[in-house]
């Protein structure tokens, strides 16, 4: 096979970066040996970083996103049970029967509109929380 200079060229990047296969690294290290100013011109490009590379992470950055995304997700499922708890209680509704059949039909909040609607207005912050960290789980992709 025939390699030519714009196939090193080509491999350069993938040399420097580290992420060469054994065999590649072997097939430009050889080539840049017979080539000086090409191996001139990667000692140069070695010394500088790679145009769009990032800087590695810190190695506890990903058990620290991986803490705080089990705590987002165990708040979220409070907030949603805690939601379904008071709006449960919120929309209670009794029921009368007489004579085998349902006379009246009326939600409790009608009789009693302070506990209930505090109930319904707390049971909304919830849902509000929920949406609002599931948004947030979402636009990262979870």
Do not use: H
Request: charged share 25%; proline share 8%; aromatic share 6%.
């Amino acid at each position: 096979m025939n390699v030519t200079r714009e196939v090193i060229l080509d491999l350069l990047p993938l040399y420097l970066s580290g992420e060469a296969s054994p065999a590649t690294r072997a097939l430009v290290e050889e080539w840049l040996a017979q080539d000086p100013e090409l191996a001139r011109r990667a000692r140069e490009a070695a010394r500088e970083p790679l145009p769009g590379a990032a800087a590695a992470p810190p190695p506890e950055l990903e058990l620290r996103a991986l803490r705080r995304t089990r705590r987002l997700i165990g708040v979220q499922k409070w907030l949603f049970g805690l939601g379904i708890a008071l709006t449960a209680i919120g929309l209670a509704t009794r029921v009368e029967f007489s004579g085998g059949r349902v006379v009246l039909v009326r939600p409790l909040v009608l009789d009693d509109p302070v506990p209930f609607g505090i109930c319904l207005a707390i049971a909304l912050a919830f849902w509000a929380g929920y949406a609002a960290i599931r948004r947030r789980l979402r636009s990262s992709g979870l």
